[in-house]
């Protein structure tokens, strides 16, 4: 199984990574999101806006942390109406779990009560770039999230219309931009190789993806933008006594396989991908393997030029 296929991404891979995305983000922005979102619920309402949102683990998040309170309207989007399919499934079987209500009146749209919020969902099929572009899109909100999705897009095109979506304060949380490193230990022959085509297979799909991360540090300076907070993110997973617990070693499986799929389609397959693979999968199961990549996370905000 590999995190991303011809056909999108697998849930079951977004399910894995919410818990090693919980326990990378970076603790100094989303804090500083917290205090920022507290002051602005004290004003009503809260429109929130997240792209790429997959199964709606960042609102699963957001929940479990208590940042949202009162009456909120998430409006959750993704390109790939499957994601947003499993969704449904996905949020209910947790927010049963957890105790809270959640009802569904339609195909794309539910309400979730929790102890501290009431939270409208809409579920949006739709492309970041569509909604970028469209004059109807409802808004304006107080919050844009965009996690794990920029290196998908053509950010320097697509950021500032959608954070024209903002109020004229609104913020945005941008967060697990991949920042130009993987790291696989122990050091093995061919990881130089791999890792150079891996992030050449990246630059191939979206020129300066493997990049995001850093680009973005310097996008998110310009006029018009406040940035609130930044920081790394890193997902790092190492073996403890020998073993990883099981979304790990589902999440390392799968972004093994991904390196595979990427590079036997590269133009010339380097000769050491298949030995390489073979040593690391091997590694992965004896409870040796451990796996570093770099993100960075950001909050800023709009401040409209005088
Ligand atoms: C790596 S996944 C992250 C999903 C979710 N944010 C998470 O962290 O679990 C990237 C998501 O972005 C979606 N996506 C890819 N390109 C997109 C685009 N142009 N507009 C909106 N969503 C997109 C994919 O379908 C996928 O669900």
């Given amino acids: 199984m590999a995190a991303e296929t011809g056909q ?33 619920a004290a004003d009503g309402p809260l429109h929130i806006l997240e792209i790429g949102a997959g199964l709606g683990t960042m ?25 947003l399919r499993a969704a449904r499934p996905y949020l ?52 844009l999230i965009a996690h794990a999705v920029l ?24 967060t697990c931009n991949f920042d130009g490193k993987t790291l696989w230990l122990p050091a093995c022959e061919g990881d130089k190789e791999i890792g150079r085509i891996y992030h050449a297979s990246m630059e191939a ?20 933008l406040e940035l609130l907070a930044a920081g790394s993110s890193d997902w790092l997973i190492h073996p403890r006594k020998g073993s990883y617990c099981r979304d ?9 396989a991904t390196v595979e799929g990427q590079l036997s389609s590269a133009k010339r397959p380097p000769a050491c991908l298949a030995p390489w693979v073979a040593s690391r999968r091997r590694q992965l199961e004896a409870g040796q393997l451990s796996f570093l990549a770099s993100h960075l996370d950001f909050l800023v905000r709009r401040s409209p030029l005088p």
């Fill in 59 to 83: 609102l699963q998040r957001l929940v479990q942390h208590g940042l949202l309170q009162g009456p909120v309207t998430y409006v959750a989007t993704d390109s790939d109406p499957g994601q």
């Fill in 248 to 256: 790990e070693a589902f999440f390392l499986h799968a972004i093994l």
């Fill in 92 to 143: 209910s079987h947790w927010a049963a779990k957890e105790g809270h209500a959640l009802s569904w009146s339609g195909p794309h749209r539910g309400l979730l009560s929790t102890q501290k919020a009431e939270i409208s969902l809409v579920l949006g099929p739709v492309r970041a770039e569509e909604l970028a572009d469209q004059a109807t899109m409802p808004g304006p909100f107080q919050l």
């Fill in 151 to 174: 290196d998908l897009l053509d950010f320097p095109l697509w950021l500032p219309p959608l954070l024209g979506r903002l109020t004229a304060h609104g913020l945005a949380y941008l």
């Fill in 8 to 40: 999108g991404f697998d849930p079951r891979y977004l399910a894995a990574k919410k818990g090693i995305d919980d326990r990378a983000r970076n603790h100094h922005v989303w804090e500083t999101l917290r205090q920022a979102l507290l002051a602005a």
């Fill in 205 to 224: 799909r979206l020129r300066g993806a493997s990049h995001t991360g850093r680009r973005l540090l310097a996008f998110l300076q310009r006029p018009g």
